[in-house]
Nanobody
Framework: QVQLVESGGGLVQNGGSLRLSCAAS????????MGWYRQAPGKQRELVAAITRGGSTNYADAVKGRFTISRDNAKNTVYLQMNSLKPEDTAVYYCNAQIPFASASYDYWGQGTQVTVSS
């Protein structure tokens, strides 16, 4: 079984910074893409940023230039550095990992961490 454990959320003022971490543990050979999603109250979960095992990245337009995703393959960990935070970034942030097994790939999710940006 694979577990994703997130940390680093909290309350920050408008314009502040936070760094989220997500560590994967359990039985797995490797991890393909990893990413961060967020869900604000009353809204659907949306992709924030994703990174392949080789380091290629993809960002939502709303966070480009402010957020940076990175990963440490040796530690099975993905990070999200969030700068210039805005109140509209307030949401529960979820870590995602795509893990191959046999001929398929499976999605795993963290429990979520709250990020609140005060105006």
């Amino acid at each position: 079984q694979v577990q994703l454990v997130e940390s680093g959320g909290g309350l920050v003022q408008n314009g502040g910074s936070l760094r989220l971490s997500c560590a994967a543990s359990g039985t797995m050979y490797s991890i393909n893409a990893m990413g961060w999603y967020r869900q604000a109250p009353g809204k659907q979960r949306e992709l924030v940023a994703a990174i392949t095992r080789g380091g290629s990245t993809n960002y939502a337009d709303a966070v480009k230039g402010r957020f940076t995703i990175s990963r440490d393959n040796a530690k099975n960990t993905v990070y999200l550095q969030m700068n210039s935070l805005k109140p509209e970034d307030t949401a529960v942030y979820y870590c995602n990992a795509q893990i191959p097994f046999a001929s398929a790939s499976y999605d795993y999710w963290g429990q979520g961490t709250q990020v609140t940006v005060s105006s």
